[in-house]
Every structure is written in C-alpha cells, then in structure tokens.
C-alpha cells in the first residue's frame, strides 16, 4: 500500500502523515517544487519539473489497486480511478467511477462560467473547513483500515 499526494496545493499534508504513521504506509509527496516534510523514512519527497501536469502524470503513472491518491484534480482523480487506486479530495470525499463523469462534465461548465462565457464570476469552490478536514482524518483512516484487510 501507498499514499500519494497532489502535495503543491494540499491543505491535509500533516493529516496524512499522521495517519499514514499509525497506519505503518508509505506516502510519496508529489510536487512541482521543494517543500519542507517530516523527516520520516515513511515519506518520500519526489520534485518534478514545473512542465504542465508533471505531477499529475507523475501520480498517474504510479497509482494502482494498492494506491490511496489525495487530489482535489478532478481529471486526475479520474486517471487514477482507471488505473484502480482508491481517489480522495482534501475535503474527505472519495471520488468513485459512479461519479467521475458527473464531476468532470461540472467541472468544464463552472470552469466556463468562471471564464465569463456565459456572465458574470461566479467564484470558486467553497472554502476549506474544519468539518473538511475532520472528515478527511476520517475517510483516509477507515480507507487505510478497509484496504489492509482485504
């Protein structure tokens, strides 16, 4: 089992260290720049070059039936999905191939309206909460938990 992380903009680094610690998983941290981890034979830095979607093929190309990938990247999470990994949004909730495609066809429309082809801004998603990230503790343990015992 492994973790990986879209870890440029993600807000539950430390949760996911803390979890996957008690849990005894390696976490691969994906970016496209240097960021400060835990020292922890547990979690691997991995930099790749700023070029468009490098970490999203870098996670991509890596995940699989024993991977938990953390993303809020709708077409990533999809990619992943494909390749059989379990898919999870900072924000605690899974992504599934039920609902992928509903994601992405909603994603394509506000990220028209938010371009201003259709009106007015109509601003982004929702900020991040508190319930998020208890929610996302307890999504990342209970998937850690299921995917140890099958």
């Known amino acids: 089992m492994q973790i990986l992380v ?4 993600c807000p539950v680094k430390d949760e996911i260290f803390r979890v996957a610690e008690r849990h005894g998983v390696p976490v691969v941290v994906v970016s496209n720049s240097y960021m400060r981890l835990p020292a922890d034979p547990l979690i691997e830095r991995v930099v790749v070059s700023d070029g468009f ?3 999203d ?3 991509a190309e890596r995940a699989g039936t024993k991977s938990v ?3 809020a990247d709708i077409p990533l999470a999809d990619r992943c999905l494909k390749a059989g990994a379990t898919v999870i949004a900072p924000n605690g909730k899974p992504f599934t191939p039920d609902m992928i495609g509903g994601a992405l066809a909603t994603r394509a429309i506000m990220q028209d309206l938010r371009a201003g082809s259709v009106g ?8 991040f909460s508190k319930a998020d990230r208890s929610r996302f503790l307890s999504v990342l343990h209970d998937t850690l938990e299921k ?4």
């Open 6 to 9: 879209d870890a440029d903009a």
């Open 53 to 55: 979607d490098a970490a």
């Open 57 to 59: 093929d870098h996670i």
């Open 69 to 71: 990938v953390i993303t």
């Open 120 to 127: 007015g801004n109509i601003g982004g998603p929702p900020p």
């Open 147 to 150: 995917m140890a015992r099958d």
